[in-house]
Every structure is written in structure tokens, then in C-alpha cells.
């Protein structure tokens, strides 16, 4: 599928702009087409090359895609470099940043999706490292049906945003949509202490949950640049799949309304 590649500045509450960069399908002489939209957010680094090439990826598949600078209440929407100042910048700004002001670039994005003529209304999020965390806590908005979280840091120990005391996981239970999280088990940001807390959690509150821990998978594994040797190519494509399994199925196909009737499994081999 074609995609044309743009840029939206909207205005934010908080006296800035935050650029979202937009990835749309393009079909040759259907120029009403209508596509389900998918928020993608970035690591701590912002919209980098990795960043695009994965949301182009998603929109090549039939999908709306925005990319949001989460940064602009700081810096302008040009990525941090992968370096050691890039890296203590984007880890400063994760925690100098208000909840509020997340949940609002948030809010802008779905906003800007819905009022997209050529955007089905229904909205995916996904994303990497902080992205993954952001993406699970768009799914607090009812208007998001799914999200595919990778490697989201932060939630076990609610440490995202100013004073470092984020609710996402005390709040899980809001969620209506279907999550899958995926952790590598040697994920150093994640230890298993964290991952079977939001497991636990997220359980105990119904969520539909695929929840993924992948062998010998370490943080950062779907980066790939200067992945610091951790990026790992095959399980990346298994992830892609697994997200696009998602996506179709809560996204691109209109399944109705849910009948309410429990599923009774049969006990056969």
C-alpha cells in the first residue's frame, strides 16, 4: 500500500505545539477510502528513525497512523540523538512532564483521528519503552479499542510523569479495550517482580490481556538502531504479526455489539 507522509501542529493547553507526523495508506483513484487510525507513541528519544520506519509499517498495512512529539512542552519536535545526552534529556523531560499534559497529547491525537474524513473512527494505540506505557494508558480513553504495548516501562512502579507518582495501574480497571503486553525476560527496566504485578493486576480486573514474556528478549529488542546489541530481528517480526492480529480484529473488522453471553468452554482434547 502507498503512504503519504505529512505534519500536523496543533495547539496544546499548555501554550505550545506538539507535531504529530502523520503516516497515511493511499489506494490510486479511491480518494474516499477510510481507514482505522493508530496512535504510535516513541521512546524517550521522540519521533526517530525507528519510530517512523515502525509506524510506516503499520500504515502500509491499512492504517491512519499519528506519531506526536511528546516533548514539546520542553524542546522543539526534532528527535533526541541516541546518545548519552539525548538519553539523560529524554529520561529528565519523562518525569519533568505532567500526567495531564500526557493524557491531553493523547486526547489531540484521538481528536485529530476522529475528524479525519478518511478515518474510520476506530482507534489503536502502540508503542515502545515509554510509548509502551503511554499507549496503555491511552487505553484509559474508551475511545481506544486496542493496544499493543512494547516493553512499557514505568507502570509497575507508577514513576511516569512530574513527582513521579502516575496512576495508569491503579486505574486499569477503566480499561474496556483489548491490551497485549509484551516484555523480554531479561528486560532490565522491567524486572519479573514488575511484570507479574501488572500481570496480577491487570487479571484480577478482567482486562483482555494477551500478556507476552519472550526468552532471552531484552529491553529495547524491536529498536533497530543503536539498539546496544539488543535488537532482535525475528522476534520483532513475530511481534508485528501478533500486532496486526490485533488491530484487524478490534479495528478493521466490524464485529457488532458483544452478545453479553458467557462462553462456556468444552472440556475436549
Known amino acids: 500500500m502507498l503512504l503519504k507522509e505529512s505534519y500536523v501542529d496543533v495547539d496544546t493547553s499548555y501554550n505550545t505545539k506538539m507535531r504529530m507526523y502523520v503516516f497515511h495508506p493511499v489506494i490510486p483513484n479511491y480518494p474516499k477510502a477510510k481507514f482505522p487510525g493508530v496512535i ?20 502500509g498495512q491499512g492504517y491512519v497512523v499519528v506519531a ?18 539525548g538519553t539523560d534529556n529524554g529520561n529528565l523531560f519523562k518525569i519533568e512532564k505532567e500526567l495531564k499534559s500526557y493524557d491531553e497529547d493523547n486526547a489531540l491525537a484521538i481528536e485529530y483521528l476522529k475528524n479525519l474524513p478518511t478515518c474510520t473512527g476506530k482507534i489503536g494505540a502502540t508503542g515502545m519503552c515509554l510509548g509502551g506505557h503511554l499507549a496503555f494508558r491511552a487505553a484509559l480513553d474508551p475511545r481506544v479499542q486496542a493496544a499493543f504495548c512494547f516493553f512499557a516501562t514505568d507502570i509497575h512502579n ?33 524486572p519479573l517482580e514488575g511484570r507479574d504485578l501488572i500481570r496480577s493486576t491487570l487479571r484480577k480486573h478482567n482486562t483482555q490481556l494477551t500478556f507476552i514474556e519472550i526468552n532471552e528478549a531484552q529491553h529495547a ?22 500486532l496486526l492480529e490485533l488491530f484487524h480484529r478490534r479495528l478493521a473488522l466490524d464485529l457488532g455489539d458483544n452478545d453479553g453471553k458467557e462462553i462456556e468452554i468444552e472440556d475436549v482434547c
Open 221 to 242: 529488542f524491536i529498536r533497530d538502531e543503536f539498539s546496544k546489541d539488543r535488537y532482535n530481528p525475528a522476534i520483532t517480526k513475530a511481534c508485528f504479526e501478533w
Open 158 to 190: 507508577h514513576a511516569l510523569g512530574k513527582g513521579q507518582n502516575d496512576d495508569s495501574l491503579a486505574r486499569s480497571s477503566e480499561i474496556k479495550g483489548e491490551l497485549v503486553m509484551v516484555f523480554g525476560d531479561k528486560d532490565n527496566h522491567v
Open 40 to 59: 504510535v507513541y516513541s521512546e524517550i528519544y521522540q519521533v526517530t528513525g525507528p519510530v517512523a520506519r515502525f509506524a510506516r509499517d503499520i500504515a
Open 68 to 85: 506526536p512529539s511528546i516533548y514539546h512542552n520542553f524542546v522543539d519536535h526534532e528527535p533526541l540523538a541516541y546518545d548519552v545526552e
